[in-house]
């Protein structure tokens, strides 16, 4: 199954997969091996870690696909521009990003700076690992190999089945799997399917980018707020990097949510009025896109921490019981 995402990520026989998700107990990093050599694909088997090193391996060797999650993707450019390499003009052609929830303007900032088609592969370890689906060139929406799951989205709240095209959390029934039979187990992953026919001419149904996790959704304050809905709004400002940091306190009996954003190195400046008039500016774009009020923090660029996996961006310090 993780040959046929590849091959839906464009990938053909002789193509050098740059494969830097973990290798490990983590299924991504072994997955994506085994699927590349059945393909006929060489693999580099990089794994998370070493940045620099990474970026030379995939001069060295060419590299024409990329695997990790996201948040790696723009840790691998990020070094790039540090070691002064044009990471867009290497032959890097298609990357299958997966593990960890992302939006559609992350996929367009990390093709924009490594120039290369960015895919979304999907799969989670009780299941199979990756390759539940993976989308097709049209990037809209991800095809579930319904030969060996059948997808439902329910409301996690009643379990009723939802129609297409509206949000809830994804359930699957594996009808191959052998061992550890799973019929209708929750994901927890917040996401749509649709079973119009693509326009690849795939008839498998498609499931939407996952928008977050019923268990990473933070009520605040009675609002629901994913961080998600974060990611997307900082994107959407040219001065801060897309790295970011969401901390929840509760102050007696009121929630409090603050974020953390990095400013990007172009724009950084020690003039306090700039820094404040960016910092309202997001604040006000956060508050009313989220429908609450929270606290913006700019931080110095690279200042945060960098995921070389899956990226922690929530710290909810709350004692709930
Ligand atoms: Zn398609």
């Given at each position: 199954?993780?040959?046929?995402?590849?091959?839906?990520?464009?990938?053909?026989?002789?193509?050098?997969?740059?494969?830097?998700?973990?290798?490990?107990?983590?299924?991504?990093?072994?997955?994506?091996?085994?699927?590349?050599?059945?393909?006929?694909?060489?693999?580099?088997?990089?794994?998370?870690?070493?940045?620099?090193?990474?970026?030379?391996?995939?001069?060295?060797?060419?590299?024409?696909?990329?695997?990790?999650?996201?948040?790696?993707?723009?840790?691998?450019?990020?070094?790039?521009?540090?070691?002064?390499?044009?990471?867009?003009?290497?032959?890097?052609?298609?990357?299958?990003?997966?593990?960890?929830?992302?939006?559609?303007?992350?996929?367009?900032?990390?093709?924009?700076?490594?120039?290369?088609?960015?895919?979304?592969?999907?799969?989670?370890?009780?299941?199979?690992?990756?390759?539940?689906?993976?989308?097709?060139?049209?990037?809209?929406?991800?095809?579930?190999?319904?030969?060996?799951?059948?997808?439902?989205?329910?409301?996690?709240?009643?379990?009723?089945?939802?129609?297409?095209?509206?949000?809830?959390?994804?359930?699957?029934?594996?009808?191959?799997?052998?061992?550890?039979?799973?019929?209708?187990?929750?994901?927890?992953?917040?996401?749509?399917?649709?079973?119009?026919?693509?326009?690849?001419?795939?008839?498998?149904?498609?499931?939407?980018?996952?928008?977050?996790?019923?268990?990473?959704?933070?009520?605040?304050?009675?609002?629901?707020?994913?961080?998600?809905?974060?990611?997307?709004?900082?994107?959407?400002?040219?001065?801060?990097?897309?790295?970011?940091?969401?901390?929840?306190?509760?102050?007696?009996?009121?929630?409090?949510?603050?974020?953390?954003?990095?400013?990007?190195?172009?724009?950084?400046?020690?003039?306090?009025?700039?820094?404040?008039?960016?910092?309202?500016?997001?604040?006000?774009?956060?508050?009313?896109?989220?429908?609450?009020?929270?606290?913006?923090?700019?931080?110095?660029?690279?200042?945060?921490?960098?995921s070389e996996g899956k990226a922690k961006r929530v710290i909810d310090n709350r004692e709930l019981n």
């Open positions: 199954m993780i040959a046929r995402s590849l091959c839906q990520a464009g990938a053909v026989r002789g193509d050098i997969l740059h494969n830097a998700y973990g290798y490990g107990m983590f299924t991504g990093g072994l997955g994506l091996h085994y699927g590349g050599e059945l393909l006929g694909v060489a693999v580099l088997p990089m794994s998370g870690g070493n940045t620099k090193r990474q970026i030379m391996m995939a001069q060295d060797f060419g590299s024409t696909l990329l695997s990790c999650t996201p948040s790696y993707a723009l840790r691998l450019a990020e070094v790039a521009e540090e070691m002064e390499i044009d990471i867009a003009s290497l032959p890097l052609r298609s990357g299958i990003f997966g593990a960890e929830p992302w939006t559609e303007e992350m996929r367009t900032e990390i093709e924009q700076r490594l120039g290369l088609k960015a895919y979304n592969i999907y799969g989670l370890s009780e299941v199979i690992g990756p390759g539940v689906s993976n989308e097709c060139e049209y990037q809209n929406g991800s095809h579930i190999n319904d030969d060996h799951f059948i997808p439902e989205v329910i409301d996690p709240d009643t379990g009723e089945v939802l129609p297409d095209g509206q949000e809830g959390e994804l359930v699957f029934t594996c009808i191959t799997k052998e061992c550890l039979p799973l019929i209708r187990y929750r994901t927890s992953d917040i996401c749509s399917i649709t079973h119009e026919v693509c326009e690849c001419g795939r008839t498998t149904p498609r499931m939407s980018l996952v928008t977050g996790r019923t268990d990473d959704m933070l009520i605040i304050r009675g609002i629901n707020v994913f961080p998600s809905q974060i990611e997307a709004v900082l994107l959407g400002f040219e001065e801060v990097e897309p790295h970011y940091l969401i901390e929840v306190d509760r102050e007696g009996t009121l929630d409090r949510l603050s974020v953390q954003v990095e400013i990007s190195p172009r724009f950084f400046t020690d003039r306090v009025g700039g820094l404040e008039d960016l910092r309202k500016r997001i604040g006000d774009e956060l508050e009313s896109v989220l429908g609450l009020s929270l606290e913006v923090t700019l931080m110095e660029p690279k200042s945060i921490a960098r």
